[in-house]
């Protein structure tokens, strides 16, 4: 197996909303919030739903891997629920190796809202039901062994028994690939973060916001100055201006698509994350990785969801 993916087993929920839907419900536009079962299905409830997908961060780049004709596989947990059930078949369908089997569990399966505004911002409202319940159990070591890379999220640090899980998977990793995930997930756990950069990770994924956040840094020569010292892979992606990788003391730098009709953000980052992977693991070079992750992301960012 090429690359093993393990974050969270999120059903995804997609409904266009307004900005008046997120003031009126205290939301933060473009960030993920976690929230429990009954504010689920307060907000769900005045919601149109749109497309009901197998997600989760990493889920969609592993999709976005598989899709590209390389051989992954993906650990998440979900219950033995309708949902659960349509999370596995979902994988399973876009050819991937779901390696979990599941078991009644007394809370549902995952479930996130994304809304998406006019503006094509997504912010999500998470209600992480079992796949917040992953731990060191749910980690098979020889799994991860097979594996050339194991691709991880930042939000399996947001709870106790999903950050045994995390530790387990990187001390029986080949190579750890990691996603920050998120600005505020970085600022909750920034002098973690910082260690897993420095000491366990080879390649890392941010977005400008997040590589700022980690780094204390006010402006983006300062984050190059920092990722320089590191002899690690560090891959930020700028929005508009496009995407860097820094390798070493080598800045590589590739531009944004031009003139897209952008419908939907969601997947930006995982998609990227999927064609750079694609590329590590081919053998492509830093400067073709970035140009694959810059066309599936470009892709992703014109159509609903995270599905190319």
Request: glycine share 8%; with cysteine; hydrophobic share 40%.
């Amino acid at each position: 197996m090429k690359i093993l993916g393990i974050g969270n087993a999120i059903v995804d929920v997609l409904c266009r909303v307004d900005d008046d839907f997120l003031i009126k419900n205290s939301l933060t536009k473009g960030t993920m919030k976690l929230i429990e079962e009954v504010e689920f299905q307060t907000l769900s409830s005045s919601l149109n739903i749109q497309e009901t997908i197998s997600g989760g961060s990493i889920a969609n780049s592993i999709v976005g891997l598989s899709k590209l004709g390389n051989d992954v596989g993906f650990i998440g947990k979900v219950n033995n629920d309708d949902l659960g059930q349509k999370y596995e078949d979902g994988l399973k369908k876009e050819n991937v190796n779901y390696l979990y089997t599941k078991k009644v569990e007394p809370i549902p399966t995952g479930t996130c809202l994304i809304l998406i505004t006019p503006d094509s911002e997504r912010t999500m409202c998470a209600f992480l039901g079992t796949a917040g319940k992953i731990n060191d159990k749910d980690i098979d070591p020889a799994v991860i062994k097979s594996s050339e890379i194991t691709f991880l999220e930042g939000y399996l640090w947001d709870k106790g028994e999903p950050k045994k899980a995390f530790d387990k998977a990187i001390n029986n990793s080949n190579k750890v690939a990691m996603s920050l995930s998120d600005q505020f997930c970085v600022d909750r756990h920034k002098e973690q973060f910082l260690e897993l950069v420095k000491n366990k990770l080879d390649i890392i994924f941010a977005n400008e916001q997040e590589i700022l956040s980690l780094t204390n840094s006010t402006s983006f020569s300062e984050v190059i100055a920092f990722s320089k010292n590191l002899n690690k892979n560090i891959i930020i992606t700028r929005g508009e201006k496009g995407a860097v990788a820094i390798k070493q003391n080598e800045v590589f730098e590739c531009p944004a698509k031009k003139n897209l009709k952008i419908t939907d953000l969601t997947g930006a980052g995982d998609l990227f994350a999927a064609g750079y992977l694609h590329g590590v693991i081919n053998k492509l070079s830093i400067n073709d990785s970035l140009i694959k992750g810059t066309e599936l992301s470009a892709k992703i960012i014109q159509k609903i969801g995270a599905r190319i």
